[in-house]
């Protein structure tokens, strides 16, 4: 578990310096624009992604980036992140995107409004799949996730190395739906039920 929350202040630096990169191309080093990005998470109720946002605060200090945040108070918010993007989208300041959606395609809608002004997006852990993303016209710059099969089937592992054999095990599933939690849950399960 704390191997994955740094890696999520790991991914949230690294997305931050992929937008910057990709901010200054062909910048001169006489310029001293600050530019401005949005982060937009899933809920901070989740220890998980109130790293991240400790990782995108040390992105902007290490960076010399301005970062806007954006969360939903609780999870399930599909609706509340999607007018979060929406808004800033009208407000029209930030020059780059970095989400993790709730759902696959929960953002698809102002994905393509930010593709179609030519702004980088960069989507982290719950990856919207590249043929969905084709069919919105959504250009993600960059994908950023760990691999929650290889999750799901360390965490079973684990599970079936500490119980004695035929042990009852009650299996907790997170947000269903969603891509990080199928990988993660099924390559559990299966490990689980045919051990």
């Known amino acids: 578990r704390r191997r994955c929350l740094s890696d999520m202040k790991k991914f949230a630096l690294f997305a931050g310096l992929l937008i910057s990169l990709i901010l200054a191309g062909g910048v001169s080093a006489q310029e001293t624009k600050k530019h401005k990005i949005g982060a937009l998470t899933k809920s901070l109720a989740n220890p998980y992604f109130l790293r991240m946002k400790e990782g995108y605060e040390y992105a902007q200090r290490k960076l010399g980036v301005e970062v806007v945040f954006g969360s939903t108070p609780k999870e399930e918010a599909d609706v509340e992140q999607l007018n979060i993007l929406q808004s800033w ?61 290889e999750a799901g089937t360390l965490d079973a592992q684990l599970v ?36």
């Open 160 to 195: 079936l190395s500490s119980v004695p054999k035929g042990s009852n095990v009650a299996f907790i599933e997170g947000d269903p739906g969603t891509t990080s939690s199928m990988g993660r849950a099924g390559e559990a399960f299966i490990k689980l039920i045919t051990q």
């Open 89 to 149: 989208l009208a407000e029209g300041s930030l020059e780059g995107y970095v989400v993790t959606p709730f759902r696959p395609t929960s953002l698809n809608s102002a994905l393509t409004a930010v593709s179609r002004k030519n702004l980088p997006i960069i989507n982290i852990d719950e990856l919207i799949p590249e043929n969905a993303a084709k069919a919105h016209g959504i250009k993600i710059a960059a994908r950023i996730a760990s691999n929650n099969v």
